[in-house]
């Protein structure tokens, strides 16, 4: 159960797009579709943002955009906003019926 | 409101135990997996163990496994964690989240502080 990679940290700034990639495994990412991702704010609790690689829950907005090749997934935010600064977790359901999450990655929007 | 509200964090010796709880409202608690993720201060989300919509089933992660027990009362719509042989590095913010049906979680709840210190 190693967690995904991700990179520690990322920067844009307003209207930009910017990408985060999250590498996982043969196991995990690389054979299922349940790879999704969560903005979190400081003192707060995760909020999904894209599920099964590339569905949006109602009410996020169309800017965020997932993708996956292979053992990587990756997110997109378009035209990058200063809410947008906040960090950002892959999960990936794995072959041991588990969930793994990665390190997380935190945006600044400079 | 579909909600999830966790409670029983505090502080623990090394060695102690402690039973967190989380209760569900707004949906029908006992449809869904619901799973346990605990986040180290600075530090990322980390998986810790999910059951099934009758409690039948259960999942750990290595860490946990043999020392965390995950119940369910549906009756109550409640949601359990039993933490048993804590250890230092345990210590973390425990959220609930409840799984939408492939392994991705929403919502979840505002978490509770575990602090495992002598």
């Known amino acids: 159960q190693s967690a995904l990679t991700q990179p520690a940290s990322v920067s844009g700034s307003p209207g930009q797009s910017i990408t985060f990639s999250c590498t996982g495994t043969s196991t995990d990412v690389g054979r299922y579709n349940y790879v999704s991702w969560y903005q979190q704010y400081p003192g707060k609790a995760p909020k999904v943002i894209i599920y099964n690689v590339s569905n949006r829950p109602s009410g996020v907005s169309d800017r965020f955009s997932g993708s996956k090749s292979g053992n990587t997934a990756s997110l997109t935010i378009s035209g990058l906003q200063a809410e947008d600064e906040a960090d950002y977790y892959c999960?990936?359901?794995?072959?041991?019926?588990?969930?793994?999450f990665g390190a997380g990655t935190r945006l600044t929007v400079l | 409101e579909v909600q999830l509200v966790e409670s029983g964090g505090g502080l623990a010796q090394p060695g102690g135990s402690l039973r967190l709880s989380c209760v569900g409202s707004?949906?029908?608690?006992?449809?869904?997996?619901i799973h346990w993720v605990r986040q180290a201060p600075g530090k990322g989300l980390e998986w810790v163990s999910g059951?099934?919509?009758?409690?039948?089933?259960?999942k750990y992660a290595d860490s946990v496994k043999g020392r965390f027990t995950i119940s369910r009362d549906n009756a109550k719509n409640t949601l359990f964690l039993q933490m048993n042989s804590l250890r230092a590095e345990e210590t973390a913010v425990y959220y609930c989240?409840?799984?939408?049906?492939?392994?991705?979680?929403?919502?979840w709840g505002q978490g509770t502080l575990v602090t495992v210190s002598s």
């Open positions: 059951i099934s919509t009758d409690g039948s089933g259960t």
């Open positions: 707004g949906f029908s608690f006992s449809s869904y997996w």
């Open positions: 989240a409840r799984d939408i049906g492939s392994w991705w979680f929403d919502p």
């Open positions: 999960s990936s359901y794995t072959s041991d019926v588990t969930v793994v």
